[in-house]
């Protein structure tokens, strides 16, 4: 249930009602908005009576939560999330532009990379060290010394890193390099790693699965949420359908629903999302149109020889060029980049 607080309630008794409700077995999640106070109970009990709640002094309002997200959707938190990290807010008004190779490939083109991207308005550099690659033949990553060429050329240019950690032995290592954790497509409902990730307090991107619905990367959420990490932001990837021309199927639909039902920023991958260097830039325009937060898009200093995803990674000055026409986009729809 949520419990919504009077605008006046007193810490004092926003403390009373939370021990109430932890008598009765629920966990409390708290979120304090601009006017009020905002108590998730969640908890599978049966048999009580909502009134003892709304009894209590300093209590407004209590409302049962129909959506099986408690802590994702936004009956709980009405206002967007905005997670800040250092100097980047991602989730507000500003969108955000995360940039680099598909893998992190040697320290110079890490560094080459990340100086165009962050010279272009990126504020986060992307790069993968543990590679989740379909064939086990293909390159793995570089392990441990790509996440330090990352750091790296992330901090020389003042940029966050983020990188994907694909098991719970990689959590502690990759925690120690990067700003941001990615979780991937693969990964999405390995719900043991989600549960290790919400004890942590490290900022995740959750991509979606590329066969889960919106309820199942929103319940995949609600494990990271859970944990009391709620610095969670999703990222829509595509999705496999039976068409083969592009990669996957860029689901954009998925934006404004997602945002609609929860709270949490949504970014859009529009590199895995189609595969296809010419395909990426008109589908990053359309995020920023239909409302996303912020974009994770592969770039490379020489697509052509990329030890993976060259096809589907801009050239540097593509990505200048995009990112020209996406401050027109972004400033349609009131945002700025
Ligand atoms: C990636 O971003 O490096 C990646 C592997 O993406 P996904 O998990 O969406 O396939
Ligand atoms: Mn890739």
């Known amino acids: 249930m949520i419990v919504v607080m009077d605008d006046k309630a007193t810490e004092q008794k926003v403390q009373i009602v939370i021990s109430k409700l932890r008598e009765l077995g629920y966990e409390v999640h708290r979120s304090d908005g601009v006017n009020q106070t905002v108590l998730g109970a969640v908890g599978e009990k049966r048999d009580i ?3 003892d709640i709304e009894l209590l002094d300093g209590v407004r309002e209590v409302i049962p939560i129909t959506k099986p997200y408690k802590l994702a959707g ?34 110079e083109s890490t560094r080459k990379i990340a100086q165009s991207v ?19 033949y293909a390159f793995q990553g570089l392990g441990e010394d790509g996440l330090k060429f990352l750091r790296a050329a992330a901090d020389e240019t003042g940029m966050l890193a983020i990188s994907e950690v694909m ?24 719900f043991f790693l989600l549960k290790e990730l919400g004890k942590t307090r ?9 066969a ?41 639909s998925a934006i404004p629903v997602v945002k609609k039902l929860s709270h949490l920023p949504v970014l859009v991958d529009p590199s895995h999302g189609t595969g296809r260097r010419d395909k990426v830039i008109p ?36 990505f200048t060029q995009l990112v020209g026409e996406l401050k027109m986009i972004a400033h349609a729809v009131n945002k700025i980049i």
């Open 283 to 318: 589908m990053a325009r359309a995020a920023v149109a239909v409302g996303a937060d912020g974009l994770m898009i592969e770039v490379h200093s020489a697509p052509d020889s990329a030890l993976s995803d060259g096809a589907q990674s801009l050239y540097l000055q593509q």
């Open 118 to 136: 962050a010279k272009d308005g990126a504020t986060v550099l992307r790069g993968g060290a543990f590679k989740p690659r379909t064939s086990p």
């Open 167 to 190: 098991d719970v032995s990689q959590l502690e290592l990759v925690s120690r390099y990067v700003d941001i954790l990615q979780v991937g497509a693969r990964n999405m409902q390995n």
């Open 49 to 51: 009576d909502l009134r």
């Open 74 to 107: 936004r009956e709980f938190h009405p206002d967007d999330t905005v997670i800040k990290i250092k100097n980047v807010e991602i989730g507000g008004h500003r969108i955000v532009l995360m940039a680099g190779p598909c893998s992190v490939e040697d320290l």
């Open 202 to 210: 490290i900022p995740i991107m959750l991509k979606r699965g590329m």
């Open 212 to 252: 889960a619905t919106i309820e199942d990367w929103l319940m995949a959420a609600e494990y990271i949420l859970a944990g009391g990490n709620y610095q969670v932001m999703l990222c829509e990837r595509g999705i496999r359908t039976f068409e083969n021309y592009t990669r996957n199927t860029l689901d954009l």
